[in-house]
Structure formats: C-alpha cells, structure tokens
T-cell receptor, first 109, second 113 residues
C-alpha cells in the first residue's frame, strides 16, 4: 500500500510555541514526500519536498525511514502559519500523489 | 500568467444531470491532474494525464471521464451526477513527473441535489 497518515485533524498552538505536524507513510522503496499548504482563500501550494532538503517559511521536515515518518516542524509558530497542511506521497506511477487527510493548524495569539 | 484556471467556480446539479468541468494551464506543463476534496478525506486523485494524448485512472475514477484536449486543457465530465459527487474539484498541473511541484487551480464547488 502507498499510503499517508496524518493522525491529527486539528492542532492548536500559541504564537511563539514550537509546532510539529505529524505524517507517517507506507511505501516500499525510497519515498518521495511533500508538504502542501492551503491558506484561507488561497490555492493549495507546495510548502516543501524532502528531496530539496530546504527550509521554507521556517518549516523543515526530515525523512525518517526507520519510523516511516516525515513530520513538519517549526520552532516558533506565527499566526500567519494558520492553514490546512497536507502531507503527500508520490506513488509508483511517478505522477500521482497520495495525500493525507490534512491537519488544520491554528496559531492563536 | 494566470497559472491554472478552472470553470465554473460553482455549480448546482440535479441527480442524473451531466456537466463538464474545464481546466486550462498556461505554464506549458506536460502533466495535469483532477482531484476531489471532501471534508475529512483530504484530496483524492480522480484522473491524471502524464502528457498530451494520455490519461490514467487515479484513486477514485468511477463516475467520471476525462479528456486531454490539448497540452493546455484537461476536462472532467460527470455523465450522470450523483449526490456522492458533491465535492470541491481541483485541477493541477506539473512540469514533467510528480516529483515536480504541482500547481493547483482555485477549485470548483459542485453540489448535486
């Protein structure tokens, strides 16, 4: 099975607190994983992908093959980080993405 | 550049009616996708087109047909709409394979009564 699990539907944190959005995957082989974000009234957009090993808007995500996880982290959450976050896995087709069900992040002042 | 555009933005259908959702991209991308987004279900792939002239089924293709009209356009057709097809539909495109960023359209909110 090529599956992504995001166990939290909603995550609420205070501004300035660390945040971790969890993503676990099921895949045979070397996975290609992504985080997409949808801000209110905006289009879904790519936040980061593990092959780039980049940090976008202060977010990072490390692939842990032993734990089959790709958790999204930010040390100090900002109110503008409030959004819906989706973890996605590239399937064997090489084109299709399997998305998790998403986690709604709410950062309160 | 407009990126990915979708029409219509909203649509209400009665059970059994048919309609076509239109999608176009101006980024000269080879690959295009159709997803549906349902509360608590995330995004699920309906169909995709790796390149002009090819289409493949995704996770939830039943009840839908697609046409890759040319490199720019990829349409999704509901032949006989059902209430279970009430959803928000997103079109996306990417340059090459799925390892590259997918760019999404604004979505079409469809209600089937």
């Amino acid at each position: 099975a090529q599956r992504v699990t995001q166990p939290e539907k909603l995550l609420s944190v205070f501004k300035g607190a660390p945040v971790e959005l969890k993503c676990n995957y099921s895949y045979s082989g070397s996975p290609e994983l992504f985080w997409y974000v949808q801000y209110s009234r905006q289009r879904l957009q790519l936040l980061l992908r593990h092959i780039s090993r980049e940090s976008i808007k202060g977010f990072t995500a490390d692939l842990n093959k032993g734990e089959t996880s790709f958790h999204l982290k930010k040390p100090f959450a900002q109110e503008e980080d409030s959004a819906m976050y989706y973890c996605a896995l590239l399937t064997n087709s090489g084109y299709a993405l399997n998305f998790g069900k998403g986690t709604s992040l709410l950062v309160t002042p | 550049n407009a990126g990915v555009t979708q029409t219509p933005k909203f649509q209400v259908l009665k059970t059994g009616q048919s309609m076509t959702l239109q999608c176009a991209q101006d980024m000269n991308h080879n690959s295009m996708y159709w997803y549906r987004q349902d509360p608590g279900m995330g995004l699920r792939l309906i169909y995709y087109s790796a390149s002009e002239g090819t289409t493949d089924k995704g996770e939830v293709p039943n009840g839908y047909n697609v046409s890759r009209l040319n490199k720019r356009e990829f349409s999704l057709r509901l032949e006989s709409a059902a209430p279970s097809q009430t959803s928000v539909y997103f079109c996306a495109s990417s340059d090459g394979t799925g390892v590259n960023e997918q760019f999404f359209g604004p979505g079409t909110r469809l209600t089937v009564l």
